[in-house]
């Protein structure tokens, strides 16, 4: 199965860049996922990455290391509206996602 | 593309009531949809995998004959909370993956069942 692990939470101001750290372990890797959750909303879907390195999308990046099971989630020029937690994911047996905990993100004026 | 749709979005009943909640993919099929519940400032936890047209996995700790679930095409499971108590209230949400082979759930907006 996978083990999961992500800080709990943080604050950062508009326009500022933060990073959210994943770190799994993994008896057999797929891919790691990110999620976006609102408060009381269902989680949204962000990014998959399965190859080492870095992916860009707008404001949101996404890193995977393999080798170190380690995986981060940038998010630039921070707008309220993304205050949220973000989740990262991690296929196991049975078509299923092992999620962590969730970071929860505030972002202040 | 993939979308997921629950209905209803919300509702309230009395206690010793059943609730029914459908679960939706609109644009894509879905072999393999995924039932959650997220207690508030909680993380989500999976309640059951349903494969279309097979029996549905439950997760250790819930109970099958409580919780029915239901995918009888491949765009639409339903998960059935039988002789709902308080304690059941929660935020029910179901997610689709698609045939094509990649991982990746999509999310249905969830369901707000309150039990009095």
């Known amino acids: 199965g996978q083990n999961i692990d992500q800080p709990t939470e943080m604050t950062a101001t508009e326009g500022a860049i933060v990073q959210i750290n994943c770190t799994y372990q993994?008896?057999?890797?797929?891919?790691l996922f990110w999620y976006q959750q609102h408060a009381g909303e269902a989680p949204t879907f962000l990014s998959y990455n399965v190859l080492d390195g870095l992916e860009e999308k707008g404001r949101f990046s996404s890193f995977l290391s393999r080798s170190k099971g380690y995986s981060y989630l940038l998010l630039k020029e921070l707008q309220m509206k993304d205050s949220a937690s973000y989740l990262c994911a991690a296929p196991e047996g049975n078509n299923r996602l092992a999620f962590g905990k969730g970071n929860q993100v505030v972002v202040i004026p | 593309g993939a979308v997921v749709s629950q209905h209803p979005s919300w509702v309230i009943c009395k206690s010793g009531t059943s609730v029914k909640i459908e679960c939706r993919s609109l644009?894509?099929?879905?072999?393999?949809m995924f039932w959650y519940r997220q207690f508030p400032k909680q993380s989500l936890m999976l309640m059951a995998t349903s494969n279309e047209g097979s029996k549905a996995t439950y997760e250790q700790g819930v109970e099958k004959d409580k919780f029915l679930i239901n995918h009888a095409s491949l765009t639409l499971s339903t998960l059935t909370v039988t002789s709902a108590h308080p304690e059941d209230s929660s935020f029910y949400i179901c997610?689709?993956?698609?045939?094509?082979?990649?991982?990746?759930?999509?999310f249905g907006p969830g369901t707000r069942l309150l039990v009095l």
């Open positions: 644009d894509f099929q879905a072999t393999t």
């Open positions: 997610s689709a993956r698609g045939t094509g082979g990649k991982e990746t759930q999509y």
């Open positions: 993994t008896s057999g890797f797929n891919g």
